[in-house]
């Protein structure tokens, strides 16, 4: 047999069905996904300190309010981009936000002003809520995680607020 049929043979014996295997394979997994970015609806985020959650945002809608350090309530409104919402959605996936438990750190006491992050993201089936106390003395890892996502929510409303120069 020539080097050029060896490699014929080769290739239909091995690769094709190896491609056919995982094809078959992960085809499923991909498509039944729980949080896919085709099927998001909205996204709200809110923070503040202990029960309080002045400073909201809501995709839906699109308003956003917040205190400035001038301890007034601002009120404005604008849109995330298609961009913005793959953005999130991909460094959710990342930093796996799917797997974080419903509560990250525990509700303290009266006395302590105590920051607390509202996350939640709506698709068509399913949504995922996380709700983050600053005093958290668990996993460092799941900490850094859940900081991590909360600063990329906070820097994507940001730009998007730039953006919408209002």
């Avoid at 990342?94 to 509560?103: K, R, S």
Wanted: net charge positive; charged share 25%.
């Amino acid at each position: 047999m020539s080097s050029r049929g060896k490699k014929i043979f080769l290739a239909i014996t091995i690769i094709v069905p190896m491609i056919i295997y995982c094809y078959i394979y992960y085809k499923p997994i991909i498509q039944n996904a729980p949080f896919r970015k085709d099927d998001f609806v909205s996204m709200q985020y809110s923070y503040g300190l202990k029960d309080t959650l002045e400073n909201t945002y809501d995709s839906k809608t699109g308003v956003y309010q917040y205190v400035n350090n001038k301890d007034s309530v601002v009120t404005k409104k604008f849109f995330l981009k298609s961009n913005d919402v793959l953005y999130m959605h991909r460094k959710a996936n990342e930093i796996g936000l799917w797997n974080f438990p419903d509560t990250i750190g525990k509700k303290s006491d009266k006395s302590r002003l105590v920051p607390r992050y509202n996350i939640t993201f709506n698709y068509k089936k399913k949504s995922k809520h996380v709700t983050i106390y600053g005093d958290f003395d668990g996993n460092p890892k799941l900490l850094d995680a859940a900081v991590q996502m909360r600063k990329i929510i906070q820097e994507t409303l940001l730009q998007a607020e730039k953006r919408s120069g209002k």
